[in-house]
């Protein structure tokens, strides 16, 4: 199995609104083929191909004292590799 490096991370609460423009503005930039992600001083440029994997995930995690739900969303590639599209319907 290969080693895993964490590239950039970022975690903050914001409002439904705030992450609902976050999630356009990602949608708008993989449309395009090319993001750029900031913090401080270091940046990750990403150059998306036309297929990738979509992984969609949703958990739930009962702790001493609360429930707690979590929704991931995914994407994976591997430069150069040109798969074909499959998957789940999401309605």
């Excluded at 270091?42 to 992984?55: A, H, I, K, N």
């Excluded at 949703?58 to 591997?78: A, D, N, Y």
Aim: negative net charge.
């Amino acid at each position: 199995m290969g080693r895993e490096t964490v590239l950039f991370k970022s975690e903050e609460k914001k409002s439904a609104s705030d992450i609902a423009q976050t999630l356009r503005l990602i949608a708008d930039k993989i449309d395009s083929g090319t993001m750029t992600l900031k913090q401080g001083e270091s940046d990750v440029q990403l150059d998306f191909p036309g297929t990738m994997t979509l992984e969609l995930k949703v958990e739930e995690e009962q702790g001493r004292h609360q429930l707690k739900k979590s929704f991931e969303i995914e994407l994976e590639w591997v430069p150069g590799d040109t798969g074909s599209p499959s998957g789940a319907t999401i309605l």
